[in-house]
């Protein structure tokens, strides 16, 4: 589903990434761990266009065809399926829990400014759809209640559902979690964990998730990719990183 193919990114003298490669299959779901610095957000913002690798590619298949997506605009790529959540919560935090959903719904329905403006018959009828559509996953995220409360109003653990439940508005293929768990005790990022396996298999999703909570990982990835210093020192079933003497070395043993 995606090929990051030797893929380098520096800023400067800084090597963020380091001929990176990665594939992703159909169906997984796949953790990217490594130390403060190692190059995992760098390697989700050039997933997502944020940054033009400055060598290499990136490949992601969609509607049966697979589309060289390197340095092409965010807004494309997320219309090709793949969609990201943040480190630090992005929420249109003075608008309601149900318009931060609503909104996002726009890049799924295509809809154009005219359209939305001169409201357009066609336009009320995706309107409607829209609606039903936010208010499901307000539902399926278990935030329904809320759905009149202003986004920045709701505790931090709700936020990052809600955060989820907006990337799922736009129909994702693929979606990139960076440090879902951040910030969460361990019993609500078990509940974070179970929530994300749940949607994953509802919505069909292929899952890419950065993350610091180690028994999150290692409990919930088939397969995990080590970084340190922009270069992936690592990879293979939990089972195998744990006992792999190089990321004890680097990673799991400075913890
Ligand atoms: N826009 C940028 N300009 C300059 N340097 C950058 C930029 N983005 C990232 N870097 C540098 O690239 C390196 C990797 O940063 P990155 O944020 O990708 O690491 P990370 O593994 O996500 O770290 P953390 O776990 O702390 O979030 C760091 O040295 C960082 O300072």
Not at 16 to 28: E, L, P, R, V
Not at 65 to 85: N, S, Y
Not at 219 to 232: A, K, N, S
């Amino acid at each position: 589903m995606l090929k990051i193919e030797d893929m380098t990114m520096r800023f400067g003298g800084v090597i963020a990434a380091n001929k990176f490669n990665a594939h992703i299959k159909k169906g997984q779901i796949v953790g990217l761990i490594g130390p403060n610095g190692a190059g995992k957000t760098t390697i989700f913002n050039v997933i997502t266009g944020v940054y033009k690798p400055t060598e290499g590619q990136i490949k992601f298949n969609a509607n049966g065809k697979e589309h060289d997506i390197t340095g092409i605009r965010p807004d494309e790529i997320a219309k090709l399926g793949i969609c990201r959540t943040f480190q630090n919560i992005r929420l249109f935090k003075d608008m309601s829990v149900l318009d931060n959903v609503f909104i996002a719904n726009h890049l799924r329905i295509k809809s154009n400014v005219f359209s939305s403006i001169f409201r357009i018959p066609s336009y009320k009828k995706e309107e409607k759809e829209m609606l039903e559509k936010s208010l499901y996953l307000l539902d399926r995220v278990g935030l329904l209640e809320e759905k009149d409360e202003k986004a920045h109003s709701l505790p931090y653990g709700k936020q990052r559902r809600l955060e989820i439940a907006r990337a799922l508005a736009t129909e994702p293929k693929l979606l990139l979690l960076d440090e879902p768990a951040a910030g969460m005790n361990p019993q609500e990022s078990n509940e974070l964990m179970e929530f994300i396996l749940n949607i994953k298999e509802e919505f069909d999703l292929t899952v890419f998730l950065i993350e610091h909570h180690m028994d999150v990982v290692m409990g919930t990835c088939e397969e995990i990719l080590v970084l340190d210093h922009g270069v992936l020192i690592a990879q293979g079933d939990p089972e195998a990183i744990q006992s792999n003497q190089r990321v004890i070395e680097a990673y799991l043993g400075v913890e």
